[in-house]
């Protein structure tokens, strides 16, 4: 995939989304996590680029929300499903899922929900999922007891370029290389020439270790399974308590994982530990040593009786002859004892074994007090033992990161796989908590909906009333006033956004006809100036013109320009027939209610010619039926009556009914108690409704 072709991806875009690993594949599964991993792309705007690589590949012209209230939808419809994930990753990946008019991109998200609404939301699955994050990428390694060795100038770059955490240094002939080996514990020479040569020290020569770069810098795989160790754990589990194939042996992965502290570095090695534990205790024991050999002298001399001729005081004195031959002389066997007891000590503190012999000679034969170690000594075993720790450590992890890079991909699989799970399963709970079903998404115009109940009314699910409505063509909802107008606008609005995001529906039964463009009018706070009025008239103008041209467009197999694409998501490519669906609620408050109805009347006749499917909800039902030159069907929710001065509203819409308002109840509520109405008041009153 061309990235400069997805929708939204300019020259700086593409620059950025090129140095993810793979931006193509990220495009492709709408992966908006790893696409806001590009440098300066944020989750929104990943989510929307990702959005832009799904039109692309289904020739989506985009647009279908084309208004306020709709796109409101949209993202009300979003929050249902967000509100249902555990992971960041799956609310984000959510977003991705958009209403689109192109029935591909429609089917392709509906076999996805229809498999995702098998699955079984288990609380012990969410609980799980809920340490699963998307694989991170290691920050920068820098190893610094290894280099590579070059005697060329040109491998020495390639050599920089291809392994960046080791330093790279060139040397002329072994005895520079020997140099580098004295300096690191370990060297990698590059170059075939150095093979044979006999140079003390960890040397290896290696001319393909630019190939196989994690031969020379193991660390590359560890730091990256240290970095999401815990990432791959959950989703382990995830595998485990959700029963799911895993595409790899999860013990052996697991055990593994165990094997790698959280810097990277190889844990549960006793032969490792020994010599870490000998290098870092070395001063420390050494110390410990003496005084072990001092304490063990100082009782024997003090508990000594040494007895000295006066010759032999006079011949020290003249001699200048120190203590120590005297030591030497009367206590050799004390000094001896003294001297091994801080051996056995030193080689017994470190756990010491192929090095015990430097050990030993750390404490010298010849008789002195205090003891003293010889710092020589000690430096070279410091030396030996280090040495020993860092080759053994990078045989560890040398071994560690070859199992491990075996399961990389499989551990990559395993992480996306417990991800995917969420998004599935926000489906899922969503599917359950509103009892959805499938929608039906056909080619024919009109919405018709059964036992449909809107997750985003006021009042708590379980009491929200069934409501079954159907219209095909343009139609008016009248009805008594909180009867209910607004929510089945609302109701017939989710429905058609999730039907045509390929998502299941909070209806018993549903049919949609499929759109291309939503067009979804919110009530007007009270009357507009004149301004305001004028543009308003404008937008329904350019929305009937915008319907007519594309019909004549489609007609003509010309393509139309009409450009609907407030958000955001690009240009209507319009050169196919564009249905669309009007949804307006109570028009009429924008002027006074005589021009309200001629007005309203005109744009529903209009919207008819050109087969739009329009509701339209009115208090002035009856006027906008007079106003009209063509007959416009009235549907009405109606009150059963009155109860304890409270209306009874039967919630479903009354096909071809013009329903009472309120203040029409009320009178008749009057005029039917003969007691109130003796002059006949409320009953003339009432002959005016009719
Ligand atoms: N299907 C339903 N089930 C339960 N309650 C409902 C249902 N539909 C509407 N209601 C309740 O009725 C209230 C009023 O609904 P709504 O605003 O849709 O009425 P309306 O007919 O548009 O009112 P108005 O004529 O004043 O604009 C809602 O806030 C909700 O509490």
């Known amino acids: 995939m061309e990235l400069e072709s997805v929708p939204g991806v300019g020259a700086k875009t593409a620059a950025a989304l090129r140095e993810l690993d793979d931006p193509e594949a990220a495009l492709r599964d709408g992966d908006v996590a790893s696409l806001a991993r590009a440098p300066g792309i944020s989750e929104g705007r990943a989510a929307r680029i990702a ?10 012209p985009g647009g279908f929300t084309a208004t306020k209230r709709a796109r409101e939808i949209h993202e009300d419809a979003l929050a249902l499903l967000t509100d249902r994930t555990v992971t960041d990753y799956a609310a984000k990946r959510l977003e991705t899922i958009y209403p689109s008019g192109v029935r591909s991109r429609i089917e392709e998200v509906r076999s996805f929900a229809e498999s995702a609404m098998a699955r079984e939301p288990d609380p012990a699955v969410l609980d799980a999922l809920s340490a699963v994050e998307p694989l991170a990428q290691p920050g920068d390694v820098r190893v610094r007891d290894r280099c590579l060795a070059t005697r060329d100038a040109e491998r020495y770059a390639d050599a920089q370029a291809a392994i960046p955490e080791v330093s790279v240094e060139v040397v002329d002939d072994a005895r520079q290389l020997a140099e580098l080996a004295r300096s690191y514990s370990t060297v990698v020479a590059l170059d075939e020439a150095f093979a044979g040569v006999d140079i003390e020290g960890d040397v290896r020569v290696e001319p393909n270790a630019l190939e196989e770069p994690e031969s020379v810098v193991p660390e590359r795989v560890l730091t990256f399974f240290a970095r999401n160790r815990d990432r791959i754990r959950a989703a382990a589990e995830v595998h485990c308590v959700a029963d799911l194939d895993a595409p790899c042996d999860l013990e052996t992965l697991l055990s593994a994982l165990d094997q790698l502290d959280e810097d990277g570095s190889v844990t549960g090695d006793e032969e490792l530990d020994r010599l870490t534990t000998a290098v870092d205790d070395l001063d420390a024991a050494v110390s410990t040593a003496e005084s072990v050999a001092n304490d063990h002298l100082r009782e024997a001399i003090e508990e000594q009786d040494v007895t000295i001729e006066g010759t032999d005081l006079l011949s020290l004195v003249e001699r200048g002859a120190g203590v120590d031959s005297l030591l030497q002389r009367e206590l050799a066997d004390e000094y001896a004892a003294a001297v091994e007891k801080a051996r056995d000590h030193l080689v017994d ?342």
Not at 583 to 604: N, Q, W, Y
């Open 51 to 60: 959005r832009g690589a799904i039109r692309a590949e289904h020739d989506d």
């Open 349 to 690: 503190a470190l756990a010491l074994r192929d090095m015990e012999a430097t050990a030993r000679r750390a404490f010298p034969d010849e008789p002195a007090y205090p003891v003293e170690h010889s710092e020589d000594v000690v430096a070279r075993l410091r030396e030996e033992l280090t040495a020993a720790r860092d080759q053994r450590a990078t045989r560890r992890k040398q071994e560690l990161a070859d199992d491990l890079a075996e399961m990389r991909e499989a551990a990559a699989a395993l992480v996306d796989a417990a991800l995917e799970l969420d998004v599935e399963l926000a489906i899922a709970r969503f599917a359950d908590d509103f009892d959805c079903t499938m929608p039906e998404v056909t080619e024919s115009e009109g919405v018709a909906i059964e036992g449909g109940r809107s997750p985003l009314l006021d009042v708590p699910f379980d009491e929200v009333e069934p409501v079954d409505y159907a219209v095909e063509g343009v139609t008016v909802l009248s009805g008594v006033n909180s009867g209910g107008k607004t929510s089945t606008l609302d109701l017939v609005a989710l429905v058609t956004t999730l039907a045509h995001m390929g998502l299941p529906v909070p209806a018993a039964s549903a049919r949609i006809g499929r759109i291309s463009e939503f067009h979804y009018h919110a009530k007007t706070q009270g009357t507009l100036d004149a301004g305001a009025f004028e543009a308003t008239l404008r937008e329904f103008g350019d929305l009937v013109a915008d319907v007519d041209h594309r019909s004549a467009a489609a007609a003509d197999g010309a393509p139309a320009d009409g450009d609907a694409t407030a958000d955001g998501d690009g240009p209507a490519a319009g050169t196919d027939d564009r249905p669309v669906m009007v949804l307006v609620d109570e028009l009429e408050s924008i002027t006074e209610p005589g021009a309200s109805a001629k007005i309203m009347a005109g744009i529903l006749e209009a919207l008819g010619e050109r087969q739009a499917t329009a509701i339209f909800v009115s208090h002035l039902a009856r006027d906008i039926r007079e106003a009209a030159e063509t007959d416009i069907s009235i549907d009405g929710i109606e009150a059963k009556g009155l109860k304890d001065g409270e209306l009874r509203v039967e919630r479903s819409p009354v096909k071809g009914k013009l329903a009472r308002s309120t203040p029409e109840l009320i009178v008749e509520k009057l005029a039917d108690d003969g007691a109130d109405d003796a002059d006949g008041f409320y009953s003339d009153l009432l002959g005016k409704f009719e």
